[in-house]
């Protein structure tokens, strides 16, 4: 624990003059978070993560082993990164021909409360929405909705998924369901699933 601060950096781990990081979170071995990177309070960072410049993540968030957050990528609070987890922020790389420049960068943004599965790629400029759960090994290559579980190559929606992570099953418009485990209760609209009212 260092003396000027409220988080946890492993010795092996490099934060960058100009990071800002929270209390309570936790850096571990060979991690480096940039100088322009922010990461919010009660985060894990798990071994070999890197956080890149101007990214953004909320509070909360448990990033797992070998995922690079890399600029353009803005992580809400309560994500679940799992390990390996893919980010890309440029659509047509090419080696000869660099994008090396922020405004050349796709944005992605995944809500709060998303989970993203171990070895899954998400494709820059999607939005993965508010409580979505992206399976295992999946792509998601357009916008998941919200609480929606998807899987697949490229990936496409298998159900939905209460908050607190309980699968709800195959909706559609205009269809309610209450969770069997916490008890709330949901609508589907063509927007996606949300609280019912």
């Known amino acids: ?51 890149g410049a101007n990214v953004a993540i909320g509070d909360n968030v448990h990033v797992q082993n070998n995922v690079s957050v ?23 790389p090419r080696s000869a021909f660099p994008r090396g420049s922020s405004a050349e ?7 709060r409360g998303a989970t993203l599965g171990a070895n899954c790629t998400i494709v820059c400029g999607a ?23 998807v899987g697949g190559v490229p990936a496409r929606v298998l159900g939905y998924a209460c908050a607190c992570g309980e699968r709800l099953g195959m909706l559609v418009p205009g269809d309610r369901r209450a969770c069997g485990r916490c008890g709330r209760e949901y609508a589907c609209d063509p927007e996606g699933l949300q609280p019912a009212l």
């Open 105 to 111: 960068y796709e944005k992605t943004l995944v809500r």
């Open 1 to 51: 624990m260092s003396e000027a601060s409220d988080y946890f950096v492993h010795p092996t781990a490099v934060v960058d003059a100009g990071a800002s990081v929270g209390a309570g979170t936790k850096i571990w071995h060979f991690c480096h978070v940039t100088g322009s990177a922010v990461v919010g309070e009660r985060c894990v960072l798990g071994q070999n993560v890197f956080v």
């Open 70 to 92: 890399y600029e353009g990528v803005t992580l809400e609070d309560d994500v679940f990164c799992g390990p390996s987890t893919v980010f890309t922020n440029v659509r047509d």
């Open 127 to 149: 939005t993965v929405g508010e409580h979505a759960f992206v399976a295992a090994g999946a792509v998601v290559t357009k916008d998941v909705p919200p609480h929606a579980v």
